[in-house]
């Protein structure tokens, strides 16, 4: 009677299934690598960068006024704070955006002829 030592454990692992695990891996990670290099190269492609071609303030106070569950907010504007982006595409078009800054600060550290990304600012066209 041959005595095993009862401490020693030994995995019988078919090597077929230890490459099938490895090739299934090695392609998941590819499908993520693309997925991470190829999608920023068309977010890149859809921004929308312009050169400032004219700033205008237009003096109208408001004042805002929310009730929430958080108590009543209130907020003052001065008036609107407008710059105008001249956007060139690929196809060699270009068209001017109007954008609302709604912010003081921001407005005075755009400078006519900076460029300017109007992506964030841009709301669907609405159809009447």
Do not use: C, H, W
């Not at 030994?10 to 090597?15: D, H, N, S």
């Not at 290099?37 to 312009?50: C, E, L």
């Not at 001065?78 to 001017?96: A, N, P, Q, W």
């Amino acid at each position: 009677m041959s005595k095993s030592d009862p401490r020693k454990v030994e995995v019988k692992t078919p090597i077929s299934l230890i490459f099938g695990a490895v090739g299934i891996g090695v392609l998941v990670l590819g499908v993520v690598f693309y997925a991470v290099f190829f999608t920023g190269n068309q977010i890149t492609d859809a921004r929308m960068r312009g050169i400032v071609t004219k700033k205008e303030f237009i003096a109208q106070r408001e004042e805002q006024v929310v009730i929430g569950a958080g108590g009543v907010a209130a907020a003052v504007f001065d008036g609107r704070y407008l710059i105008f982006v001249d956007v060139k595409f690929r196809d060699g078009s270009t068209k001017e955006y109007e954008v609302d800054l709604r912010n003081k600060e921001r407005y005075d550290n755009v400078n006519v002829g900076d460029e300017f990304d109007v992506g964030a600012y841009v709301q669907p066209e609405t159809v009447p």
